[in-house]
Nanobody
């Protein structure tokens, strides 16, 4: 059974940092590209960062230079370190994984709310 569970969000002032964590199960974690998405009300989920099974990372332009995605295959967890946070980073953050067909799973966790506000 595929499951994702995100944690680590909160309220932070602009310029602050947060580290999100995600535990995944049922997906053969070590061979999957892992993904972090952000969703804000009224908009589609936006891909923020990805990390391949081999550790190759990619970021949305808005995240480059500020966010770092990493993974721990032994613990089947993926992380998103977010620094120099801006109000526009506010949203609910979800993790997911690329499936065998190259898409994403249609199962989503509860997400982790990140609010950047002074």
């Amino acid at each position: 059974q595929v499951q994702f569970a995100e944690s680590g969000g909160g309220v932070v002032q602009p310029g602050g940092s947060l580290r999100l964590s995600c535990t995944a199960s049922g997906i053969f974690f070590s061979i999957r590209t892992m993904l972090w998405y952000r969703q804000v009300p009224g908009k589609q989920r936006e891909l923020v960062a990805s990390i391949s099974s081999g550790g190759v990372t990619d970021y949305a332009d808005s995240a480059k230079g500020r966010f770092t995605i990493s993974r721990d295959n032994n613990r089947e967890m993926v992380y998103l370190q977010m620094n120099s946070l801006k109000p526009e980073d506010t949203g609910v953050y979800y993790c997911n994984a690329q499936n065998a067909l190259g898409g994403v799973h249609d199962v989503w966790g509860q997400g982790s709310q990140v609010t950047v506000s002074s």
